[in-house]
Each structure stands twice: as C-alpha cells, then as structure tokens.
C-alpha cells in the first residue's frame, strides 16, 4: 500500500491529544481502521474537516452595546453529497465540537444511506440571555456570515440544541433575501407553512425509539412496563419518551438543566410537557420525587437515554450504570473509555451515529421535498422513516455479530465504507 504524503503532517489542532470531542472521534476512526481493508488507504481523510469557517458575529444588544459572539460552520466531508448538519446556540460550543459534531454527521448521514456528507454550525451564546429581537438579530448576522458556504447542493443546516423552527425560518428568509430568490431548501427543520415537513418535529426522538424497539427484540425485552430514564427534556427527550410512554413504557425518571425527577410507577409526561410549555421546571410535577443529579446514573432501568450534550457517561459513571440497553438521542454522549467498560459489562449502546439519525432523515424528505414542491402525507413520512431506521439497525446489528464489535464499531464500519468508497471513486484532483 502506498502511504499518503500527508500522514506526517497532522496539525496541532487536528492531533489525537486535542482535548474535547474530537479527540473522541479521532479515536472511534482508529478503532474501525483494522475493519475497512483496502479503503483504509483513504481514512485520513476522515480525520481532517474538508472545510473549517470561523466566523465573529458582531450583535447590537437591545440596550444598545455591542457584543461578539463566535460562530463556526464545519463542513467535514462531502464525499457523498453536500453537507448536512444542525446548528447549535450554546455558551460552551467550541471547535473542537463543532468539529466533532460534524465528523458524527458525516458517519450518521452515510449509515443511514442519505445522501450527504456531514457538517455542524454552532454559536457560542447562551440563548438563555438574549431577547427574541438580540437571537433574531444573532441568526441573521451568523447565517449572512456562513452564506458564501451554505446552499442546498452545498451544505443544508438544520435544528440542534437551542435551534428550532422560530430559528430555521430566520435563516432561510436570510439567506434567500442574500440570494435574491426564495430557496426553501437551504434549511431543513423548517414551520411546515414554510416549506417544513410534516413529522420532521418528532423525527429524532420516534428515530430512537424504533432503532430501540428493534434492540430490545433482539434481547427480548419487552417494552410494555419496561423503566425508562431519560436525560435531557429538550426536542429529542420529550418526543422519545412520549413514544415510550404511548408504547406502554413507564419513564421513570428525567433529567433536565432544573433537576432529576424520579416516580418508579411512571412519570404523567402529558403534565411534564404541560409543564415546560407554561415554563416551568421539571421539578414542579406533582406526583415525583426530585432525587440528586449525581444519582440519576444509578438507577436500575431497561433502557437509558441520554438526550443532552456530549460526555454526560464517562469512566467515571459507566460502571454504576444499571440498563439493559443504552439508547444515545444525544450526540457524542459516551466517551469511548465508557464504551468499554459498558460493553464488558453487557449493556448494549445503541450508538448516536445510528439511534438519533431520525432527524436528518426526515431532513431529508424535507429537502426532497423542497426542491420537487410536492408534499407528502405524514403517514407516509413516518412510514419511510421507520422503515430507514429498521433497515440500518438490520444492516449494522448483522455486521456486530459478523465482526464481534459494538454497535458503535459496526456503525462506523458501515458508515466509514460507504464514505471512503465515495471517496476513492471520486479520485484526488488534481
Ligand atoms: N441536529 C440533528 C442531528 O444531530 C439533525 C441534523 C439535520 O437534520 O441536518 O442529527
């Protein structure tokens, strides 16, 4: 095999000792490296983003001073397609993440068989501080920033943590006023009045819970009665865990930024969500115990879900983790230390790469879609989307069991092949 010229060369930023998340996908690509035979010849690819913007977001405050947010849009690779990925508003983004992020979209986007290569946008603000008019004025100024990269044959940014349909239409109008023209698909996540699908809104958390009904089949484990836990009680939290709960699941504890609630008999996730539309905590229900943050790790369930931010299960708390299947809504989640010792340990982690790809499924019925002006029934969205969802847990489960790896080491096999064989068809260029 000949080696690349540019294995040598690894920027500081881009090194395996980077702290951060990308430090964690570095060493998830060396794991599937000895699975990917002649293609290996192309994993370094992997392990640089194609594209890398940093952009200052400059804000007139509502009282009239000037503050300077950071904004990134990371556009990992493109072998496949044009990059696809949310963006996030969040005080503690930083490259390293968003780089991070990207690479997980890039593996999402080509496990599931879309066709996209991965991206991720983030600004590092708290949403939490700023008025309507200061977010609107936040969007429109990072969109305008990112727009000479963003396109719908060029990279289609969506919803993540913090961002929503308010946001989506925001950009869209942004970019299409930049553009001269109305371009719906540059967006995805969109009000359905804007040219949104139907079902896109609840896509993640019904993505999870079907990838996690097919799980428990192959450990046949019922899910009617089973306990389930879930961190996070954003868009993906309170969507899985209504599908739990109407498939006759009982959610037994959640977590969010307020506190960790707990009732062994079931949550009431009605009055939960009841709750969060009137703004109030979690902690205000009725009927639950509020328990420590810390001890939400410890207690005994089928399924865990995280459905926060990155590195919430770490060496630290993998072992007190009593679950039968670790279900990852979030992204990046689990360090691979963590992996580990779950695996040793006999919890089956449904991967992120794979359980949370729902969203940019239906993504991408959106962006379809858009661009055909034909609308579809969300029966038939939710019809295809489960049916993608089955699909790749069939096709990367028969790859675990064939390769005796994880889930997770599966998916990036999978994922990583179809990446690379873009990749090597396409050739270098010159
Ligand atoms: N932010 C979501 C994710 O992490 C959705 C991305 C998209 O729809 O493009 O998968």
């Given at each position: 095999m000949i080696p690349h010229e540019t294995q040598h060369a690894i920027p500081s930023y881009l090194s395996k000792d980077h702290i951060g998340a990308w430090g964690i996908f570095l060493q998830q690509v060396e794991r599937v490296t000895p699975y990917l035979g002649e293609l290996g010849y192309w994993v370094e690819s992997l392990k640089r983003p194609k594209r890398i913007l940093i952009v200052d977001v400059p804000i007139k405050?509502?009282?009239?001073?000037?503050?300077?947010?950071?904004?990134?849009?990371?556009?990992?690779?493109?072998?496949?397609?044009?990059?696809?990925?949310?963006?996030?508003?969040?005080q503690d983004v930083t490259l390293s993440e968003v780089m991070a992020l990207s690479a997980w979209m890039t593996v999402k986007n080509a496990a599931i068989g879309v066709p996209f290569g991965g991206a991720k946008g983030g600004v590092r603000c708290d949403p939490r501080d700023l008025s309507m008019a200061e977010l609107e004025r936040v969007t429109r100024r990072y969109?305008?920033?990112?727009?000479?990269?963003?396109?719908?044959?060029?990279?289609?940014?969506?919803?993540?943590?913090?961002?929503n349909e308010r946001i989506m239409a925001w950009m869209m109008d942004t970019y299409s006023v930049?553009?001269?023209?109305?371009?719906?698909?540059?967006?995805?996540g969109k009000p359905v009045s804007l040219g949104g699908s139907l079902g896109r809104h609840d896509a993640t958390g019904r993505g999870v819970f079907v990838v996690g009904?097919?799980?428990?089949?192959?450990?046949?484990?019922?899910?009617?009665?089973?306990?389930?836990?879930v961190q996070g009680f954003g868009n993906v939290g309170t969507s899985v865990a209504r599908c739990f709960h109407n498939a006759g699941a009982r959610i037994t504890t959640v977590q969010d930024v307020s506190g960790t609630i707990h009732n062994d008999r079931g949550l009431d996730i009605d009055a939960l969500v009841g709750l969060q539309a009137s703004g109030e905590p979690i902690t205000a229900l009725r009927e639950a115990e509020t328990i420590e943050n810390d001890n939400f790790w410890d207690v005994p369930s089928e399924f865990l879900i995280p459905a926060a931010l990155e590195q919430q299960i770490t060496e630290r708390n993998a072992g007190r983790i009593q679950t039968r299947i670790l279900l990852e809504g979030a992204n990046g989640p689990t360090t691979p230390e963590a992996d580990d010792i779950l695996n040793d340990r006999g919890v089956l982690v449904v991967p992120d790469v794979l359980a949370n790809a729902g969203g940019v499924t239906v993504s991408y019925f959106e962006w379809v879609q858009d661009f055909s002006s034909f609308f579809w029934s969300e029966e038939e969205i939710n019809r295809r989307l489960d049916g993608i969802m089955a699909d790749a847990f069939a096709t990367i489960w028969e790859t675990s069991r064939r390769e005796k790896v994880s889930l997770r080491t599966a998916t990036f096999i999978v994922a990583c092949k179809r990446v690379l064989e873009a990749r090597q068809l396409r050739g270098l260029y010159p």
């Open positions: 405050m509502d009282n009239g001073t000037v503050v300077h947010y950071e904004g990134y849009r990371v556009q990992h690779n493109t072998s496949r397609g044009p990059g696809k990925g949310g963006v996030r508003f969040h969109t305008s920033e990112i727009g000479f990269i963003i396109g719908p044959d060029k990279d289609i940014p969506a919803p993540d943590v913090n961002t930049n553009q001269g023209r109305t371009s719906t698909g540059v967006v995805t009904r097919a799980a428990a089949e192959k450990l046949n484990l019922a899910i009617r009665g089973a306990r389930v836990c």
